[in-house]
């Protein structure tokens, strides 16, 4: 791997962490809403008012509250937040099981079945197994993440109540660790369940366009001719499309992440999505901005783990310049 190429790489992803950190700043400078009158009471004397702009540093000038958010970004202290006063960071860690949950529980899912059913149609090219699968790839890629949800909900939650209408947990919650991790993956299911469907007919589509060209290939052909087994055939078929599948599957994660904000809502989940909608309506600029900035810092750090894994797994594959 060319060294000059990752560099311009690390450097060009710094540039775009330093353009989001500048624009998370003046953005939520910018927005309608006031951050003092969320923070200070009417009622509070003035000593309270200016003892509470000091603490939230908004008494100092523009500059050095830049100087200030760079630090804590960097850092990882995002300081308090407006609306609980309790450090950012201790609320981001409380909310993140629930969103790690949602996610990589969603992502194993749809990616399992999805590269299982896209193989699947490759192999059973013009046939009903392939038919079905692109249909169903194309029906479940055609409606909005949201309304797939509310309909979930409308289904097995309001009118069949299989599963629970909101929350995380019940109220109150069960006793006991097992019966409360019981009730966990019960109030999780539907979530995970919606984001799966969504998720598993574009992996499908795109596994099966690559299998389809593999299989097309010389020494898919030559491994046949060798009268090689069709399971060792579709085995060395499916090692060559693995780069491929590996990028996809990095890049998928930032926009998986972000699209828990929706879901998390839906379902009315205590998850980091639901906290940054929290804290975009309430002006909760320490809270949005270090959300924000970790979306950004997780967006960049999986582009690049992608185009880095893309020559590392791929032999074939030279970057930055090097014969291809």
């Known amino acids: ?13 710094l540039f775009v962490l330093a353009a989001v950190l500048v624009l998370n700043f003046l953005l939520f400078r910018l927005m309608p809403g006031d951050a003092v009158s969320t923070i200070i009471d009417p009622s509070f004397s003035p000593e309270a008012k200016a003892n509470l702009r000091a603490l939230y540093g908004l008494d100092r000038p523009l ?9 804590q970004m960097l850092t990882f202290r995002f300081g308090l937040s407006f609306l609980s006063r309790k450090p950012v960071w201790d609320e981001l860690l409380s909310r993140l099981p629930v969103t790690l949950t949602l996610t990589v529980s969603s992502m194993a899912i749809s990616a399992a079945l999805g590269i299982w059913l896209g193989v699947k149609a490759a192999v059973e090219r013009g046939k009903l197994a392939e038919r079905l699968v692109l249909r169903a790839g194309a029906v479940t890629s055609s409606f909005p993440g949201f309304f797939v949800q509310l309909v979930l909900l409308m289904l097995f939650a309001r009118a069949l109540p299989i599963f629970p209408l909101r929350g995380t947990l019940s109220v109150p919650p069960p006793d006991g660790f097992f019966n409360v991790l019981l009730d966990y993956g019960w109030h999780m299911a539907l979530p995970v ?41 579709l085995w060395h078929a499916f090692r060559t499309i693995l780069p491929p599948i590996l990028t996809i599957f990095l890049m998928s994660i930032p926009g998986l992440v972000s699209g828990a904000v929706i879901t998390e809502s839906v379902f009315s989940l205590h998850g980091i999505g639901t906290f940054l909608l929290e804290a975009i309506s309430g002006s909760d600029y320490p809270s949005a901005g270090a959300s924000f900035y970790l979306l950004a810092l997780i967006t960049v750090s999986c582009n690049l783990l992608a185009d880095v894994a893309y020559g590392l797994v791929d032999p074939r594959v030279r970057v930055g310049g090097e014969s291809r």
């Open 193 to 233: 369940i919606s984001l799966s469907l969504m998720g598993f007919g574009g992996w499908a589509l795109y596994v099966r366009n690559l299998m389809v060209r593999a299989l097309n290939e010389d020494f898919a052909l030559m491994a046949r001719a060798r009268g090689l087994s069709r399971r060792r055939v």
């Open 63 to 71: 500059w050095e509250q830049f100087v200030i958010y760079v630090r």
């Open 1 to 13: 791997m060319n060294g000059r190429w990752l560099l311009r790489r690390i450097l060009s992803s």
